[in-house]
Structures are given as structure tokens and as C-alpha cells.
């Protein structure tokens, strides 16, 4: 056996109890210091080098939905215009257009939307046979026979767009008409309606013009387009009424501001302040959840879930998008969840307590009044930032897919994203994570304003990167002001709901 006696903790020799299985150890990795250091450094290099920085350069080369939103638009009001005037698109020479019309859909309303089709397919990369044919009726309809003509003596379609001989006996028919000769309408009687609908494109507009142009006499040529003038009314009118409900509630706040400074001498009789937002993390775990957890892990779960899928993708069409989408937006949040409730359990948090939820009507209330203060200004920052880049491209891929898709299946899918788990992850994510420790460590207008510029710089886009920037300070500021986190993720779905509502009507 060995001695009893050790070098003990004062340095001389004697009988240490303690001692006895004493081992040496080696020098441990401090969490709270090199580990952590060294995995945040490594998230920022991936946040900047891979994730974030290629993708917000890349998205000024992505396509921009905004060209077809405005032709959807114009094609809604082209609609709408019919089903007020009861009669054709085309208008002799020295003819205005009816006062109706003029004053509430305009009278160049089939010009523009010409315009609006030539600007897209100059900046197409490939021939688009559909876009050549709804410009090529829309210039017919116009009394532009010689475009037209150009138009269809083009090129003919890219590989894979192989035309049917519906479409050709269809574009015989238009050529003849851009000559000014009598077009074959006993070859188009002659096809089966859902042939001829096949060479048409897939919208009621150009129906209604292929019917005007060609004289045709086919069932869909006596269809009702009063519905349009209801989806015209509600996409041209909402949001303008909204906004200034929004103006207005702006002034009423400003009244009321004014009138306290009046009245400052009086002691305040308002409700008793909300209760203090709680820090879920310190400021380094932020930072290692934010771009360890939401940037680096949460992107790869969403690029591994993708190619994983994209063979179901591809062989389920616009519900395998959809369905795909929301899964993928899954996997991109799972792995952000789990690393938040890894750092709160390391620095002894347990709970969801200080999410603040606080679901009741007077969140509904909070959440409506947001959206209302918010709207003038992120719509007037839209408007400022399509004028100064016309041509921007970089949105969201989800705005897209909505616009081109007709399946209600794909629809509810999408809806369920974009209006229940997106609002979710985000509002946890940057109102209940991010706003509250910024608020700690740097009081609370320059956390509002941090966490609403990574709010903004997640969504991965230049071009919407102001914009998002003044939705994200409505919530930042809504979050403070009420301590709801409810409140927020419902104006985030309003705001959301409100977009997609947009697009459906205009994809109809």
C-alpha cells in the first residue's frame, strides 16, 4: 500500500482524507468559452460565405414575381372592364372608350398590358409560347396587326414545348387575321372544346379576346365574367382602404401623444404597464442560436430535406410542391428549435414561461391595430423601391408557385405555411429569442432595430429588404409595447394571409 501522507492543498506533507482518490486531471474545454467561441466563429463564416452572402447577392438575379403580378392585374381589370361594358375589347378609330371604363379601369388598360408582356418576354431567357400568344391576341385586340404578325412569324417554341394541331390550325387562323383576310373559323368550330381550350392559354381574358378577334361562336365565348369585377374589387380596394385605416390610426395616435403633453401635469390613470420581457439566452448563446442553430443547421436540414423530396416533387406536381414546401420549411426550423432548447437547458432555463403567450381577444386586437400602423409605411417603402429598381428581381419563390398554381389542394397547403408555421418559427425565433436578449443588452430601440434588420436579412432578398425591414419593426415595436408574443404571430399571419389572399384572387 502507499503512503498515507500527500502534498496537500497548503504544500506540506501529512495525512490528507480528501487525497486519497485524487487523480490528476486534465484541462477541460470551458463551454461558456473556447467551445463556444469556436463553433460561433464557424457559424458566422458559414452565414456569410455560404448562406447568407451568395444568396443575397444572388437574389438581384433571381426572377422578380412583380412583372407577372402587374400583368395578372392588368388581365383582372382587362376582365373586369367586360363584364361592366357588356360588350367587346376593341374600339373603332376616333372611338373613346366608354366613360365607365375610362373612369374606373382605364382606357389603355389592353396597352399596358401589352407593354407589360413585351417587357417580359425580352427578359425571358427562353421562347415562351403561351406569353408570345397572349401578346399576340392582345395586339390583334388593339388593332396592332403588324406586331402581331412579327410575333407569330417568330421562332417557333423551345424543346419540349412542341405545338398540338389545335395550336397550329389556332395560329393559321391569327395570321390570316393579322393580314386582314376572313380567318378559317370552320377548321376551329371543326375542334373539340377542350382541344381549343388546350391551345389558348389558360385564362379567361384570352378566351374572351380569342372570341372577340377570331368571331368565334364557342361555349366558353358566353361565359360570365362577373366574378372578376368582385376579385378587381377586392384586390384594387382592400389594401388601399386599409392603408388608410392605418393613416388614420396614425393621426388618432398623434392626437392622443399631443394631447398627453397637455396634459402632463396630470399623473397617468392607464393601464398598469405590461409585464417585462424576459431574456430566454445570454447574449453569446443568442448568438451561437441564431447562427448556429437558425442559419447554418437550419439551412442544411432544409437543403437535405429538398433533395430528398425531389423525386416525390417532381412526380406529384403542384401538391407535391406545396406539400414539399411546407415539409422543407419544417426541416429548416427543427434544427433551430432543438439548439434553443439545448442552450437554455445548459445555462439551467427550463420552461416556456417567458414566451409570453397570452392568446385572448385583446391580442386579436393588438395584432389588427399593428398590421393597420404598419401597412402605409411598408407599402410606401415598396412603392419607393420598385421605382428605384424597376427591374429588381429576388422574390420569394413561394409568391410564384401561388400565382401559377390552380389546385385548391396545393392552395391549403401553401396557406398553411404561410399563415400558421411561418409565423410561428419566425415570431419564436426573433420576437421571442432574439428582441428580448437585444433589448437586455442594448435597451430597446436598438433592439428592435437589430432584430428587425436580421428579420429582414433572413428572408434572403435585397430587393424586399426595406420593406420587411418596416414590418419588422411593427412587430419589434408591437412585442415591446404590448408583451404579447401571440399578438405578433398574429399580425405576422395576417400580413401573410393578406398577400397570399392577393395572389389567389389574381391567379383565378
Known amino acids: 500500500m502507499g503512503s498515507p501522507y500527500h502534498r496537500c492543498a497548503d504544500g506540506e506533507w501529512r495525512e490528507c482524507p480528501s487525497s486519497v482518490n485524487q487523480t490528476p486531471r486534465l484541462p477541460r474545454l470551458k463551454w461558456t468559452g473556447d467551445l463556444q467561441n469556436l463553433l460561433l466563429a464557424v457559424s458566422l463564416v458559414l452565414t456569410i460565405f455560404v448562406f447568407w452572402g451568395p444568396s443575397l447577392l444572388g437574389s438581384l438575379e433571381r426572377p422578380s414575381v412583380q412583372g407577372v403580378v402587374e400583368q395578372r392585374q392588368l388581365e383582372l381589370q382587362a376582365l373586369a372592364s367586360q363584364a361592366v361594358d357588356k360588350g367587346n375589347f376593341t374600339f373603332p378609330p376616333g372611338r373613346g372608350a366608354p366613360l365607365l371604363s375610362r373612369q374606373l379601369f382605364g382606357a389603355d388598360t389592353l396597352q399596358n398590358l401589352a407593354d407589360v408582356l413585351r417587357q417580359r418576354r425580352d427578359n425571358a431567357t427562353t421562347t415562351d409560347r403561351d406569353l408570345r400568344l397572349r401578346q399576340v391576341l392582345v395586339l390583334l385586340a388593339t388593332r396592332q396587326p403588324e406586331q402581331a404578325?412579327?410575333?407569330?412569324?417568330?421562332?417557333?417554341?423551345?424543346?419540349?414545348?412542341?405545338?398540338?394541331?389545335?395550336?397550329?390550325?389556332?395560329?393559321?387562323?391569327?395570321?390570316?387575321?393579322?393580314?386582314?383576310?376572313?380567318?378559317?373559323?370552320?377548321?376551329?368550330?371543326?375542334?373539340?372544346?377542350?382541344?381549343?381550350?388546350?391551345?389558348?392559354?389558360?385564362?379567361?381574358?384570352?378566351?374572351?379576346?380569342?372570341?372577340?378577334?377570331?368571331?368565334?361562336?364557342?361555349?366558353?365565348?358566353?361565359?360570365?365574367h362577373g366574378g372578376a369585377l368582385v376579385r378587381l374589387v377586392l384586390v384594387g380596394l382592400v389594401g388601399p382602404l386599409a392603408a388608410l385605416a392605418g393613416i388614420l390610426l396614425w393621426l388618432a395616435q398623434l392626437g392622443r401623444w399631443l394631447w398627453s403633453r397637455n396634459q402632463s401635469q396630470r399623473p397617468p390613470s392607464q393601464a398598469p404597464p405590461s409585464q417585462p420581457m424576459a431574456a430566454p439566452l445570454t447574449t453569446p448563446a443568442l448568438m451561437?442560436?441564431?447562427?448556429?442553430?437558425?442559419?447554418?443547421?437550419?439551412?442544411?436540414?432544409?437543403?437535405?430535406?429538398?433533395?430528398?423530396?425531389?423525386?416525390?416533387?417532381?412526380?406529384?406536381?403542384?401538391?407535391?410542391?406545396?406539400?414539399?414546401?411546407?415539409?422543407?420549411?419544417?426541416?429548416?426550423?427543427?434544427?433551430?428549435?432543438?439548439?434553443?432548447?439545448?442552450?437554455?437547458?445548459?445555462?439551467?432555463?427550463?420552461?416556456?414561461?417567458?414566451?409570453?403567450?397570452?392568446?385572448?381577444?385583446?391580442?386579436?386586437?393588438?395584432?389588427?391595430?399593428?398590421?393597420?400602423?404598419?401597412?402605409?409605411?411598408?407599402?410606401?417603402?415598396?412603392?419607393?423601391?420598385?421605382?428605384?429598381?424597376?427591374?429588381?428581381?429576388?422574390?420569394?419563390?413561394?409568391?410564384?408557385?401561388?400565382?401559377?398554381?390552380?389546385?385548391?389542394?396545393?392552395?391549403?397547403?401553401?396557406?398553411?405555411?404561410?399563415?400558421?408555421?411561418?409565423?410561428?418559427?419566425?415570431?419564436?425565433?426573433?420576437?421571442?429569442?432574439?428582441?428580448?436578449?437585444?433589448?437586455?443588452?442594448?435597451?430597446?430601440?436598438?433592439?428592435?432595430?437589430?432584430?428587425?434588420?436580421?428579420?429582414?436579412?433572413?428572408?434572403?432578398?435585397?430587393?424586399?429588404?426595406?420593406?420587411?425591414?418596416?414590418?419588422?419593426?411593427?412587430?419589434?415595436?408591437?412585442?415591446l409595447r404590448g408583451g404579447r408574443l401571440s399578438a405578433c404571430v398574429l399580425m405576422h399571419a395576417m400580413w401573410n394571409g393578406y398577400t397570399l389572399a392577393n395572389l389567389v384572387l389574381l391567379s383565378l
Open 149 to 224: 404578325r412579327a410575333l407569330l412569324e417568330s421562332p417557333p417554341p423551345a424543346v419540349g414545348q412542341e405545338e398540338s394541331s389545335a395550336a397550329v390550325v389556332l395560329q393559321q387562323a391569327l395570321l390570316q387575321r393579322a393580314d386582314g383576310n376572313p380567318t378559317t373559323v370552320a377548321r376551329l368550330q371543326d375542334l373539340a372544346p377542350e382541344a381549343l381550350e388546350d391551345a389558348l392559354p389558360h385564362h379567361p381574358l384570352y378566351q374572351s379576346l380569342a372570341c372577340s378577334v377570331l368571331d368565334l361562336n364557342h361555349p366558353f365565348c358566353h361565359g360570365s
Open 288 to 479: 451561437l442560436f441564431f447562427f448556429g442553430g437558425v442559419v447554418v443547421l437550419g439551412n442544411g436540414g432544409g437543403v437535405l430535406a429538398l433533395s430528398a423530396l425531389q423525386p416525390w416533387i417532381r412526380a406529384s406536381g403542384s401538391t407535391g410542391q406545396a406539400m414539399a414546401t411546407m415539409l422543407v420549411y419544417g426541416a429548416q426550423a427543427l434544427p433551430g428549435l432543438a439548439v434553443l432548447r439545448w442552450l437554455r437547458r445548459s445555462e439551467g432555463q427550463s420552461g416556456w414561461q417567458w414566451l409570453q403567450w397570452n392568446l385572448g381577444w385583446r391580442s386579436l386586437a393588438m395584432a389588427l391595430g399593428g398590421l393597420l400602423l404598419s401597412l402605409p409605411l411598408v407599402l410606401l417603402t415598396s412603392w419607393g423601391v420598385s421605382r428605384l429598381f424597376p427591374h429588381g428581381g429576388g422574390s420569394n419563390p413561394l409568391l410564384d408557385l401561388v400565382l401559377n398554381s390552380r389546385d385548391l389542394t396545393a392552395l391549403m397547403f401553401f396557406a398553411l405555411t404561410a399563415c400558421l408555421l411561418a409565423p410561428l418559427y419566425e415570431e419564436l425565433v426573433f420576437r421571442a429569442t432574439v428582441l428580448p436578449t437585444m433589448v437586455g443588452s442594448c435597451g430597446a430601440g436598438v433592439g428592435v432595430l437589430l432584430s428587425s434588420l436580421l428579420f429582414a436579412a433572413a428572408h434572403l432578398s435585397l430587393v424586399e429588404f426595406f420593406p420587411l425591414l418596416i414590418l419588422g419593426l411593427g412587430l419589434g415595436w408591437l412585442r
